[in-house]
């Protein structure tokens, strides 16, 4: 049985392999003062490394990350390029409580 796309990078990368990822400017600047990525990103791929440094700051524009195994590998990412599910799911369950709240509150006044 052939296997899919997913299946061929999980057999060839690994699963739940992560490399490390190195912050290399925020908005065009270099990222000096962003302590809490000075030892690097870990994560699966420069788009899930350039994710996390764009939830802890909402305000960047732009995200330059680059592998540490390979210097050449640098990957440029604008904050139009994020499509945060997370924040996107979050909102839908919010949206769905609120919902869920007023069903109830409208039932009770109903009755």
Excluded at 15 to 32: C, Y
Excluded at 35 to 51: L, M, P, Q, R, T
Excluded at 59 to 75: F, L, R, Y
Aim: aromatic fraction near 10%.
């Amino acid at each position: 049985m052939p296997r899919s796309k997913v299946q061929r990078r999980r057999q060839t990368r690994g699963a739940g392999s992560q490399s490390k990822w190195v912050l290399v400017a925020v908005d065009g600047v270099l990222p000096e003062e962003y302590s809490e990525f000075y030892n690097g990103i870990w994560a699966g791929d420069a788009i899930a490394a350039a994710k996390k440094v764009y939830r802890r700051m909402k305000w960047a524009e732009s995200i330059t990350v680059a592998s540490c195994d390979n210097h050449n590998e640098v990957h440029h990412f604008d904050s139009s390029a994020f499509s945060l599910s997370a924040d996107h799911k979050r909102s839908q369950d919010h949206r769905r409580s609120c919902m869920s709240k007023l069903d109830v509150a409208l039932a009770g006044y109903v009755s």
